[in-house]
């Protein structure tokens, strides 16, 4: 079964808006990682959250982790055409070496 | 300088026909995975390898089949496609270790006629 459940699944915004996507789980976890991938493309790794950690930062990316809710948070600032894509967390709760996806939240950014 | 490669971007296979798709990496990682995508779902996770170590998923169909024959090198074999198992299918890399993210390649388009 899929152990992360992301929200909403669909987004759309205006360039320059701030995109923000959750994720929730069931079990629980070492770590956190959110991935985007563009359209029939790849997967491309984020930013990765230990589970004694609160906050990550990259670039325009922000990654809250609250271990009690069992959440993810996902914000994207100043949003950009080229954001434009599908964004997964996956959670280490499938064992060792393997990460368990959810189902993705579709982004699109207008220009 | 692409690090995880996979071959072909698409591939068209007949029912019923052996299908093999490729993957090769040059980061030298422990790792290899071999996951499944259908349209707007997540990639679901087939097997993989650490070194020689071959990890099954359980509900993996038997019609999978997988090979490392060295570090750089994984194959993912399909034995008799069913029309179901048209998806792409993602080949990833990782160092192994609990904390480390995972390196896909672009991913191979099958569709079976």
């Known amino acids: 079964s899929q152990q992360g459940e992301e929200d909403p699944q669909a987004l759309s915004i205006q360039e320059g808006e701030n995109a923000t996507m959750n994720c929730s789980y069931k079990?629980?976890?070492?770590?956190l990682q959110w991935y985007r991938q563009n359209s029939g493309r790849g997967l491309v790794h984020l930013i990765l959250?230990?589970?004694?950690?609160r906050e990550k930062h990259s670039g325009r990316l922000r990654v809250t982790l609250d271990t009690s809710k069992k959440s993810s948070s996902l914000l994207i600032t100043a949003s950009r055409a080229a954001d434009t894509a599908s964004y997964f967390c996956a959670t280490d709760a499938g064992g060792y070496q393997k990460v368990t996806f959810g189902i993705g939240t579709k982004l699109q950014v207008i220009p | 300088d692409a690090m995880v490669i996979q071959n072909p971007r698409y591939q068209v296979t007949q029912f019923g026909k052996p299908v093999t798709l490729s993957c090769s990496q040059t980061?030298?990682?422990?790792?290899m995975y071999w996951y499944q995508q259908k349209s707007s779902q997540a990639p679901k996770l087939l097997f993989h390898?650490?070194?020689?170590?071959?990890?099954n998923e359980a509900d993996t169909p038997d019609n999978f089949q997988s090979r490392r024959p060295n570090t750089s090198f994984c194959f993912l074999d399909i034995r008799s496609p069913g029309l179901g198992d048209a998806a792409m299918y993602l080949c990833a890399t990782s160092r192994g270790e609990w904390l480390y993210e995972q390196y896909f390649g672009p991913g191979t388009r099958l569709t079976v006629t």
């Open positions: 079990t629980s976890i070492n770590n």
């Open positions: 390898y650490y070194d020689k170590d071959f990890n």
């Open positions: 959250i230990r589970s004694n950690e």
């Open positions: 980061l030298n990682h422990n790792v």
